[in-house]
């Protein structure tokens, strides 16, 4: 099967999608997105559309080629991922894994990423799920010597 692009949203379902997301996360988020998203001129709307486009893509490619999480090919595509959705938002962590999950559970999210690999939304939630843990553990490992530092130092 041929990899066809992702499908773009109509203006339609773009208001659709950020009301569920406002149901979901709150308005602020959402809000903050289309803040953003109005503030670009075209051009660097269409830069941002493409550079989501390439990630996509290329992660479709690395999971052709058998990478799984923690591979250093993936976790670079994630950092990619991570960094483009600055352009609409500064996601948590757990906004990461939750769009880890939808991509992989609402049917329209779906039909999009199968337009690039059948096996994709399944992927895609599994390397970010994995993704999300190892960023969890990195933040609680500094806070944790973040904490150890004072400790040797009230005790001087």
Not at 36 to 57: H, K, T
Not at 114 to 134: G, N, T
Request: glycine share 6%; hydrophobic share 35%.
């Amino acid at each position: 099967m041929k990899k066809q692009r992702l499908k773009r949203h109509s203006p339609q379902q773009q208001k659709h999608y950020e009301r569920e997301a406002r149901l979901q996360y709150g308005p602020g988020v959402v809000n903050e997105s289309v803040a953003r998203w109005g503030s670009y001129s075209q051009a660097r709307q269409a830069e941002i559309i493409a550079e989501g486009e390439a990630i996509y893509s290329e992660l479709a490619d690395v999971m052709q080629q058998g990478h799984q999480a923690g591979h250093s090919e993936v976790i670079a595509l994630l950092d990619r991922w991570q960094a483009h959705l600055r352009n609409f938002y500064e996601p948590s962590l757990d906004v990461l894994r939750g769009l880890g999950q939808l991509y992989n559970s609402h049917p329209e999210f779906i039909a999009n990423f199968q337009r690039l690999h059948a096996d994709l939304p399944a992927w895609l939630e599994r390397v970010i799920d994995e993704y999300v843990d190892d960023l969890e553990t990195a933040e609680l490992e500094r806070m944790l010597a973040e904490d150890e530092q004072r400790a040797q130092r009230l005790s001087q």
